[in-house]
C-alpha cells in the first residue's frame, strides 16, 4: 500500500518556532525496528501515529531510524521456501524514503536463525551506529533518541545515547515488558536499558507496575496512552448498508483484528463460535497461523461462518469496524490495544480479555466489557450479555472522543523537554 493510502493524520512538517524560546523545536531521532516501511505499510503504525501527531504539533521534528532485518544468504539458503519468503519482503524496503513528510531511514541489520534473541541487541547497534554517524555527518543534530519497544530496541538506543552524547527516552509497548524478560539474557539487558535511559514512557498503567517491578524509579516512568485519530475512525452508515458494501450477510457479526499469531487468541474465538448459533466472524490479519486457524474452523463446523479476509490498508478499517456489532479482543498479551479505540471510535463496542491496558480503555458500559479470563465460553458469554443489553452506537463514538491524541502530544513534549534541559 502506498503511502498516500494510509490514515489521513495532520500534516507532520512543523510549524515556524522561535529557536530562542524555550519551547524551540525539539529535534529528535525516532529509533524503532516497530515502524511502516514501503513494504509493510501496517508494520508499527501505531509508533507512526504517535510521532506524526507529536510532529503536526509545530513543537517537535523528527528523522526516524528504522532499521530492518536482514538474512545472511548462508542462512537464508538452509530454509524451507515458506519460511524464505517471508524473510524476502524485507528486500523491497529502499534504505530511505519519505512517509508523510518524514524521513525514514531503513539500515540494515543481521538477524541471525535461532540466536536472534541474543545477538539482536549487538548487531541492531552496529548497524544503526553506522547510520546516526552518516546523519551527523551530513549536518543533522539531535536533542534526544526518541526510542520505541524496550529490547532489543531500547538496548541499542541506550549504547548510542552513551556513545553519542545523546539522552534517550524509552516506550515500552507489551511483550517488551511482560514476555522478553522470562529469558535471562534478555532480562539482564532490559534492565540495563531501563536503568541507563533517561526517562521511560509506558503506554498503559499495567505496563508502568511492569517496568517498576524490572527495577525502574516510579518517577522515571510516565504512562502516555495512546490515542486514536478521531477524524479518520469514525462509522461509515448503517451496519446494513456497510455490511452489504462488504458483501457480508445479516446475522451478529463479530470482528478480531490482528496478526495471525498463537498470542493474539483468535482460535479461541472461533471455539466460541459453536456456543454463538447464528454468529459470524471476520478476521483482519495476516500471519502464520493462518492454515491453522482454517483446519480449526473446518473441524469445529463453522467454516461457513468464519471470514479470514487478510490483511486490510488502515484506511480500510473503519467500514469493518463499522460492519461489526462487536470487536472481541482475546489477546493474552498487550500493553495498550489500539484496536479498541478504533472499534469505539467507529460506534462498535468491545469484549476484551483482561490483558494489560483493557480496564484502562474500557471504563465505562457505552465502550463494552472486560471478560476476567479468556476462554471460549467467557468469550461467548461476554458476546451475548453485550449484546443483550447493546449501547448505542452514538454513545460508543462519544466515549471513544475521550481519547484523542492531544494529552499524549503535550506529555511527550514534557517528557523530551526535560530530559533536553538535563542534557
Partial sequence: MPPDQTLMLPETRPQAADPARPEAVLRLLTFSTLYPNAAQPNHGVFV???????????????????????????????????????????????????????????PRFAALPGIGMLTGPATLYASARRALARLLAEGHRFDAIDAHYVYPDGVAAVWLGREF??????????????????????????????????????????????????????????????GVDLEAFRPTGDRPETRAALGLGSGPLLLSVGHLIPRKGHDLILRALPLLPGHRLMVLGDGPERGALLALAEQLGVADRVHLLGSRPHAELPRYYSAADVLVLASSREGWANVLLESMACGTP?????????????????????MEGTTPEAIAAGVRRLLAARPDRGATRAYAEGFGWEDTTLGQL????????CA
Fill in 48 to 106: 507512526e501515529n504517535r510521532l506524526r501527531h507529536l510532529v503536526a504539533s509545530g513543537a517537535a521534528s523528527s528523522t526516524v531510524l528504522a532499521p530492518v532485518p536482514f538474512f545472511p544468504f548462508a542462512a537464508a539458503a538452509r530454509l524451507g521456501g515458506a519460511r524464505m519468503q517471508g524473510w524476502a519482503r524485507y528486500a523491497g524496503i529502499p534504505a530511505r524514503e519519505d512517509r508523510h513528510g518524514l524521513a525514514v531511514h531503513h
Fill in 165 to 226: 552524547g545523546l539522552p534517550v527516552v524509552i516506550t515500552a509497548r507489551g511483550s517488551d515488558i511482560s514476555q522478553l524478560p522470562q529469558h535471562a539474557v534478555p532480562r539482564r539487558l532490559i534492565q540495563h536499558a531501563i536503568r541507563r535511559a533517561d526517562a521511560l514512557i509506558s503506554v498503559s498503567v499495567g505496563l508502568k507496575d511492569g517496568l517498576v517491578a524490572l527495577g525502574a524509579p516510579a518517577g522515571k516512568v510516565t504512562v502516555l496512552r495512546n
Fill in 350 to 370: 468491545v469484549v476484551a480479555s483482561p490483558a494489560w491496558g483493557s480496564r484502562e480503555a474500557v471504563r465505562s458500559p457505552a465502550a463494552g466489557l472486560v
Fill in 414 to 421: 514534557s517528557v523530551f523537554r526535560k530530559v533536553r534541559a
